[in-house]
């Protein structure tokens, strides 16, 4: 069975700290995707990012990067320098054969 | 351009009323989803169309009736919904059907409250 556990419920920061959301998966598949998604409060879910199992290169956008690590099951996320406008939750996210399987999600809130 | 989008952005509803949710896609994507999503947790599959067909029923009750009148657009039929049905309802699409190792992409999604 596959599994995405988010440890981290809520985190707090000030702006412009450099923040990581943990993400740690289960699967028994040899290939899988993992991907990331942020929902403001706005509501609408924002692609962030999908790898697959036979990439773990690192991967760094603006002041997004991920760290993928198959060796301990885990997909990290890193906000380098956060802003207020990164305050939302985050859901790190399995695809499996036939649906997605969702982390629980971890609210981050960027303080001025 | 890959946008989803959904109408309304919100909606409120009696117990014996009937109302629809739209969605629409143009990015030529084969697959369709409907999610709800409760406060303070992930989004939960209710339905997947694929190539216009109904692929995956996650055991919705039939008071929710999908309807995909085209490859663009999704519909969600509302009857009877109880108060507990308040949510938000995200529809959502991908380019390949029949697996979610293809990104979905959402929309905004409709806040629905039962009264």
């Known amino acids: 069975a596959q599994k995405v556990t988010q440890a981290q419920t809520e985190i707090s920061v000030v702006e412009k700290e450099d923040v990581t959301l943990d993400c740690v998966y289960e699967t028994r598949d040899t290939t899988y995707y993992l991907f990331w998604y942020k929902q403001p409060p706005s509501g609408e879910l924002v692609f962030l990012i999908r790898r697959n199992s036979f990439d773990e290169q690192n991967e760094i956008s603006g002041r997004y990067s991920w760290n993928f690590q198959k060796s301990t099951s885990s997909f990290n996320f890193t906000i380098t320098a956060s802003q207020v406008v990164d305050s939302a939750v985050y859901f790190c996210?399995?695809?499996?054969?036939?649906?997605?399987?969702f982390g629980a999600g971890t609210r981050l809130a960027v303080h001025p | 351009d890959t946008e989803v989008t959904q109408t309304p952005k919100h909606l409120v509803m009696g117990m014996t009323n009937k109302k629809s949710l739209k969605c629409e896609q143009h990015m030529g994507h084969r697959a369709m989803y409907w999610y709800k999503q409760k406060a303070k947790k992930p989004p939960e599959l209710m339905f997947v169309?694929?190539?216009?067909?109904?692929?995956i029923n996650e055991s919705v009750p039939s008071r929710f009736s999908p309807e995909c009148p085209n490859s663009s657009l999704l519909n969600l039929h509302l009857h009877a919904l109880q108060p507990e049905d308040s949510a938000l309802y995200l529809c959502a699409s991908s380019q390949a059907a029949g697996t979610s190792t293809d990104t979905q992409y959402f929309g905004p999604g409709t806040r629905l409250t039962v009264l």
């Open positions: 169309y694929s190539y216009e067909k109904l692929s």
């Open positions: 996210v399995s695809g499996g054969y036939n649906k997605l399987i």
